[in-house]
Structures are given as C-alpha cells and as structure tokens.
C-alpha cells in the first residue's frame, strides 16, 4: 500500500495548473460567457421621498442593479447543458475553473503530524494532534481511533463544525470532551439534538477527523489587547465573555476576507485546501482504508462537505445537512445568514450553481438532507437545486448513489437526520470491506 501523502491521486499545485493550464489553452471546451450578455445599460432614477419604490429585498435600493446581474448568470459550466456529454470531460472543466476561482493553490507539504494528547474515551481513543496543510500552516484537530480498528482497512470520516455564529470553540462542536463548557453543551442540544457526532460514528468502527476551520476554535481570531479569558478559555470562563467574544467575531469576519481578497486568495479556498490536505492525513494513516473515505457536515459544514468532494475524487461518500440552494434564488432575501465570508467564492455564479458543486461529486455517493421550515433558504431555489442535481446524476448514469430526503424541520442536524445519515455511510462505507 503506497503510504505516500504526495501520491499522484492527490490533488497539488502541479496538477491543478496543468490542468487549468489545458482548460485555458482549449477555446473549444470553454463556453462563451459573452453569448448572454444582456445589451441594454441598466440605468434607475433617483429615488426621493415622493417616488419612493417599495424593493421588499434585504439589500433595498441596491436590489435593481443585483437582480440584472443575476439574470445574467445562466451557468455555463452545468452538467446539465448540451453541450457537455462526457462525466469526465465536464469535471476536468468545471473542477479546474473552480479552483481558479478559489484563488489558493500553494506548494503541497506532507502533513507531519504531532500529537499532543490522548485520551481513552472508551469504546474509542482521542488523539489531540497537529499537522500541516501548508508549509507555514499547522491546523489543529481530533481523531477519534476505535479501539476495534485494525491495523489497516478501516473507513475513515471527515467531521466538519458548522458556523453558527459561535466561534470560541470549533471542533469541540462535534467531540464531546469531559468537563466541556455549559455554553457549549447547550450549542450542542439545539442544533445535534445534544449528539457528539465523532463519537457516534467511531463507536460505529470509523475512525473519525475533525479539525478547526480557519476562525474557529484554535484558529480564532485574537487581537493583542483581548482579555486573557479570550486567550486561555479556562473552565470557568464566563458566558458573557464567550458570547462578546462570538459577537466580536462575528463583526470582524469582514474584515479577515476583505484582507485575504487583498491579499490575492479567498478564505474559501483555504478552507477547501485544509480540508483537502485533512484527506492526505488520513492517507498517511496505515489503518484507514484509502478507498473508503467520506466527509459529513452541518449548515457551513455542509457546505465544506459539498465543496471537499467537488475538488476531491477520493472522498467516496459525502453527506451535506441543511446547506444547498440555487444562487439566483438567495440574492434578494436569502444571503445575510447562508453565505459567510469563510464559503463565498467571488464570481462563482458565472460559471456554475451550488447543484454543480454537488454533481462534482460523481461518481461518489451524495446525500442531501434538508429542513422544510429551513428559513434560511429560499425555498423554490432548494427544490430547483434538488431538480438539477437529480438531472446531473442521472444524466451522469449514477441515480443509484444520490439520496435528497427533506424533513420537518428548521436549521438543524437532530437525531433522525443523523440515523439516515449514518444509515447511508454504512451503505456506501463501511459494507464495502
């Protein structure tokens, strides 16, 4: 078994730019983004008091100017276009403009792990451990070992933490440590139904990762005047502290991506390098199974999920919770709570849909779960993004691996969702030993 982190199945800098290098240099693959292009200037009057228009749009006056653009946006790079017949023509396409739009490619770096800690949790060990994803970038993140695991060919899970507004902690979200905060256990209840997903899923035999997103947990954001409370999160830390620490977070978030954009990447794209770079951890892990690899998440998560396995093909199994719409339908009232600076990827809607995303997928298995009281998103954009990831997956000859199910619910990922879930990584997981 090649234990190599930096084997050819593993997506790098190298193979990313021959191959948006190849996109680019074939005219004939790419579509003509300029064969819809609307002619006429939009032009509005200026409002006053006695012409005031009524726009019912989060983003008011504004809301004209964004509705042109979006009719623009007729994506191009869909699978379910004509013009595409071929699984893997359309992916070495739509995969290398995504990445191009991710702006973050840096040079690949073995993962060189150190553990810090461990802990005998029962059925199952947690290692508290470190590793790289870059050369200068050192994330942090648990794994979850079952001591039942043998010493090669064990399915293996990527857990990912949603957003939440809730930034002191970020893995701890889906591991349940001993003597955990109050404020964090009760974060749990509302939106897991109080579930420490890894350990549910290594008690089922997989051996479980689960790591910081950047501005989450260990990775948060710090300033040099911030409390030492901020710094050290001791047991006692105060629940007005944590929330005015979320709140804090939550108001400089703009400020982080304004900077990273400056700075020529995207904090989209670093999330989606990290979590590309957690699959080579696991690679170079002797007992997990390489070819029987999946990723879960919730809301955020979800949608890191969704963006893992559109870039990975190692990924085998993905479940994606509460996280999937249709672009053009979120813009006039839906963006404020579903797209975060940490998963906006400028100009994305040019080229292809969040369905698209989730037909990237191909020919791995899929799972969409969603909430049918879900406010965040526009509801006919859900039920035409579901349309048109059942036309790529059927269109693709894999209708027998995706599974779109919506339950009574809000934003959350409680106990019934979680068994289907669980239900369908063992399908497409663990019985494939």
Not at 54 to 77: E, T
């Amino acid at each position: 078994m090649n234990t190599n982190p930096r084997s050819e199945n593993s997506p790098n800098r190298r193979t990313f730019m021959a191959q948006l290098g190849a996109l680019l240099g074939s005219a004939a693959v790419g579509p003509d983004l300029n064969a819809q292009t609307a002619s006429n200037p939009f032009t509005v009057p200026v409002p006053t008091s006695s012409n005031r228009p009524i726009y019912n749009s989060d983003v008011g006056s504004m809301w004209p100017l964004i509705q042109n653009q979006a009719k623009r946006a007729y994506f191009p790079y869909s699978f379910t276009r004509d013009n595409y017949t071929d699984l893997k023509t359309w992916k070495h396409v739509t995969r290398n403009r995504l990445v191009d739009l991710l702006h973050h490619t840096p040079v690949q770096w073995p993962p060189k792990p150190t553990k810090l800690k461990e802990t005998d949790a029962g059925d199952f060990m947690i290692e508290e451990i470190i590793f790289s994803t870059t050369k200068d970038t050192r994330v942090p993140a648990y794994v979850l070992v079952p001591k039942s695991a043998a010493k090669r060919g064990t399915p293996a899970v990527i857990l990912m933490h949603d957003h939440g507004g809730f930034y002191m902690w970020g893995k701890e979200k889906l591991v349940k440590l001993p003597d955990e905060h109050t404020i964090l256990t009760e974060y749990r209840q509302r939106y897991y139904e109080g579930q420490s997903l890894g350990a549910d899923l290594a008690r089922q035999g997989y051996l479980v990762v689960v790591i910081d997103m950047l501005y989450w947990g260990n990775r948060r954001y710090m300033m040099d005047g911030d409390p030492d409370a901020w710094w050290d999160r001791p047991d006692d830390l105060a629940p007005d502290q944590v929330n005015s620490f979320n709140i804090r977070a939550s108001t400089y978030e703009h400020l982080l991506d304004r900077t990273l954009l400056a700075a020529g990447t995207t904090w989209a794209g670093i999330a989606a390098w990290d979590d590309i770079r957690t699959v080579d951890y696991l690679w170079s892990r002797p007992e997990v199974d390489r070819s029987r690899i999946g990723c879960v998440g919730f809301s955020t998560g979800g949608m890191r999920a969704m963006m893992l396995s559109a870039l990975d093909d190692r990924i085998k199994a993905t479940v994606n919770a509460c996280w999937m719409t249709s672009m053009p339908y979120q813009l006039k009232n839906n963006i404020k709570f579903t797209m975060g600076y940490s998963i906006l990827i400028p100009g994305m809607s040019r080229y292809m849909d969040f369905s698209d995303l989730a037909a990237l997928s191909m020919p791995g298995a899929l799972m969409v779960l969603g909430g049918g009281k879900d406010n965040f998103f526009n509801k006919e954009g859900v039920n035409a993004a579901y349309k048109q990831i059942n036309q790529s997956f059927s269109k693709g000859g894999f209708d027998d691996r995706l599974y779109i199910q919506e339950y009574d619910t809000g934003h959350i990922f409680n106990r019934q969702m979680q068994e289907t879930a669980w239900s369908f990584l063992k399908k497409h997981l663990m019985d494939l030993s």
